[in-house]
């Protein structure tokens, strides 16, 4: 069989561990042979391809980023797309795609496999918002990474009597956020499913200060006050999927917070370096089983479906079952953990 693989959306710390565990075995077990696609679906879109081989990808399990590169390019939105991806799909002889991505690469592949092209996916996302599957690879690292962060701030933030406001990725659903903050032991965390009351994390900053500590404040790029509007909002930019381009919350923040409490508040955004640099030992390990079972899903003519981790056992959902609808944060996760706040 011919093989093609693509990476879309977001980059995200395990995508080359994928690669490698389904080419490896791709080829070791089965005797396939691969044909890489660059950036997302603009790769069979545009015929941009890249020789994808056992020596293309020695040496790739630890590194970040994506050797098949990644874009937002969405088919649907572009005029006889789909049927530019089959040409171009029967012009290589590829019997079979693997597409490695989030909500919508992963998206675009479930349509794509309902008009009939053989496609298994793979979620990746450092959001973990993809339902289906218990974690997606990427998670951990972004967790980790702000984890770390928060815990060098702690220090910074007591000798300032400052409150920091750390702002962490997480468009719509605030995983990142929780676990970070619970780990890096918050006094405050604010996601998108639980709009936020300004004066009560206000008095929370206040409690925290009459204890001597300094405050400090995780917060998802996502996350919203109670009274509703768009302080989230940079600019009213969309990408080819729709999405707003989120960013601006943790600064609007600390500058509520300094003119209500009259405490000096600083905002930190840690932005795409929760995207880059090695995975986690945990994401390099999911994301290789994840590659393994997918080229194993392609071998036995599987498609449309998606790998997902369940426990510790790697099943396969229908796609849609990822896809259909976001996995956000559940009520009594985020009740459990309030109890620590301020
Ligand atoms: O989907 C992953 C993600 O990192 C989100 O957390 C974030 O909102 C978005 O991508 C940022 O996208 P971009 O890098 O295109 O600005």
Redo the contacts with the bound molecule.
């Keep these: 069989m011919r093989v093609g693989m693509l990476t879309g ?2 980059d995200c710390p395990g995508l080359n561990a994928v690669i490698r565990g389904a080419v490896r075995k791709g080829v070791a077990a089965y005797g396939h042979e691969f044909i890489g696609f660059r950036d997302g679906w603009r790769g069979p879109l545009e015929n941009d391809t890249i020789a994808l081989d056992v020596d293309a990808v020695r040496g790739i399990l630890p590194r970040g980023g994506t050797i098949l590169g990644s874009s ?1 390019t969405n088919p649907f939105a572009i005029d006889n797309g789909v049927e530019r991806i089959k040409d171009n799909l029967a012009q290589h002889g590829v019997d079979a795609l693997i597409a490695i991505g ?1 909500e919508d690469t992963l998206g675009v592949a479930t349509k794509l496999a309902d008009l009939g092209v053989n496609v298994v996916g793979v979620p990746k ?3 973990n918002d993809l339902s289906g599957t218990d974690f997606t690879f990427g998670f951990d690292t972004a967790v980790n990474i702000a984890t770390e962060a928060i815990d060098r701030l702690h220090t910074t933030a007591e000798s300032h009597h400052r409150v920091l406001v750390v702002e962490v ?3 719509h659903a605030g995983w990142i956020a929780l676990h970070s903050g619970m780990a890096g032991g918050a006094n405050i965390i604010l996601i998108p499913e639980r709009p936020f009351d300004i004066d009560k994390v206000c008095a929370q900053v206040e409690s925290r200060f009459a204890t001597q500590y300094s405050p400090i404040i995780v917060v998802s ?1 996502g996350a919203v006050p109670a009274e509703g509007g768009d302080m989230s909002l940079v600019s009213g930019e969309k ?1 080819a999927f729709g999405h707003v ?2 960013g601006g919350i943790g600064d609007r923040l600390a500058s509520e917070i300094e003119r209500r409490t009259g405490k000096e508040a600083r905002a930190v955004v840690l932005g ?1 370096v929760q ?1 880059g640099g090695t995975p986690t030992a945990f994401d390099r390990w999911l994301a290789t089983r994840f590659g393994l079972h997918a080229i194993t899903a392609v071998h036995e003519g599987d498609f449309g479906t998606m790998m997902a981790l369940r426990g510790t056992e790697i099943a396969r959902v229908p796609l849609s079952e990822g896809t259909d609808q976001l996995k956000t944060v559940r009520p009594d996760l985020y009740d459990e953990v309030e109890v620590l706040f301020g």
């Design positions: 959306g977001g937002r989030g996302t450092i959001d990725m997480g468009r790029e990408d381009r989120l795409h995207r």
